[in-house]
């Protein structure tokens, strides 16, 4: 069975750091390229970040860029968001899902909800 | 970028009836390239279709999707008191990867 397990997150003053793991098992991790997506309360959904199967090719949404930094180990079926400077409006769910070919996603983990609050 | 809008923001039907969701991109998107996901409060988002008017695994025939170009539509031809969700519609640029949602779409109990 297909599984992305988030973890990580919590309650962060603004201007602080915060590091999301993201953990796969059921498939093989390493084949298949991963995205970051949140959703701030009530709100709709947005794309945070994508990495491909072996790293070398990242991007991130205009709205994180330079704060957020995405990885991925393949031998530990784990992906990583690294999040700097945290605003008010970084506050999501963030899950992290498996990208097709074609770029849909068809795997979701259940999210980790990340505050940034005084 | 490519920006997408959903209509109507919330739908109010009965059980039974048909659902009709509208996606619009500003620009031409590959059919290949959109997808749709539902959202039931609490839970992660699921994909429903791929490719414009594929379905998922484990997704029931009353959904289908097409469309093209700038215009994607999906319906759901009888609606089960489970499908009563929010709906979002999702394009894939590749030069560099980028992806964006439509705002949704709400599917409430009329």
């Known amino acids: 069975e297909v599984q992305l397990v988030e973890s990580g997150g919590g309650l962060v003053q603004p201007g602080g750091s915060l590091r999301l793991s993201c953990a796969a098992s059921?498939?093989?991790?390493?084949?298949?390229?991963i995205n970051w997506v949140r959703q701030a309360p009530g709100k709709g959904l947005e794309w945070v970040s994508f990495?491909?199967?072996?790293?070398?090719?990242?991007s991130y949404a205009d709205s994180v860029k330079g704060r957020f930094t995405t990885s991925r180990d393949n031998a530990k079926s784990s992906l990583y968001l690294q999040m700097n400077s945290l605003r008010a409006e970084d506050t999501a769910v963030y899950y992290c899902?498996?990208?097709?070919?074609?770029?849909?996603?068809?795997?979701w983990g259940q999210g980790t909800l990340v505050t940034v609050s005084s | 970028e490519i920006v997408l809008t959903q209509s109507p923001g919330t739908l109010s039907l009965s059980p039974g009836e048909r659902a009709t969701l509208s996606c619009r991109a500003s620009q031409s998107v590959s059919s290949s390239n959109l997808a749709w996901y539902q959202q039931k409060p609490g839970q992660a988002p699921r994909l429903l279709m791929y490719?414009?008017?594929s379905r998922a695994t484990g997704i029931p025939d009353r959904f289908s999707g097409s469309g093209s170009g700038t215009d994607f539509t999906l319906s759901i031809s009888r609606l089960e008191p489970e499908d009563f969700a929010v709906y979002y519609c999702q394009q894939y640029g590749s030069s560099p990867p980028r992806f964006t949602f439509g705002p949704g779409t709400k599917v409430d109990i009329k």
């Open positions: 899902m498996r990208v097709r070919s074609g770029g849909y996603l068809d795997y």
């Open positions: 990495i491909n199967t072996s790293g070398g090719s990242i």
């Open positions: 490719g414009a008017s």
């Open positions: 059921g498939f093989t991790f390493s084949s298949y390229s």
